[in-house]
């Protein structure tokens, strides 16, 4: 059964058009327990909501799709990185990531705006107050409904 998933970046950090241009990339970072939790469900093929926030407008700029297999994330381990986790060894990592693949970028993105307008998008974890997960699950009709909407 294929999961469907939003990912959330920041589109001066890593955005759509970042992922256009790399067509793949590995997507380090995440140290929430909840996001990484979700992270390690997720299954090579599985559809991706990709979504920009801290923006002038938020929303799903595209889609991608996950291209790896769960693995530990490296950053995790690198004394330079800003995602460095002492408590984090080889034999036992923390964090992991998932390979992140270019599926298409909309010609116009689904604003947050509209999508809290949508009431089939109401129960989407991006709509909760403070959600800041990087990472989140979603439903085939939530993932369906707002590929309809650009």
Known sequence: MTA?????SEPESYGIDHLQKDKKTAWTGVRN???????Q??????PI???????AVPGVYGL????????????QFDE???YFDPRATTEKPIWYLVDVAFVRKFETPVPLSEMRTNKKLSGMLIMAPRCRLSVTPVTKEEFD????MF
């Open 4 to 8: 469907h998933w939003l990912i959330k």
């Open 80 to 82: 330079r990185s800003h």
């Open 49 to 55: 909501l990709f979504y920009h926030s801290s923006c």
């Open 41 to 46: 469900q997720m299954k090579v093929g599985d």
């Open 64 to 75: 991608a799709k996950v291209a790896s297999a769960p693995y530990p994330d490296p950053t």
């Open 33 to 39: 327990f909840q996001a990484r939790n979700f992270m």
């Open 145 to 148: 409904t707002t590929t309809r």
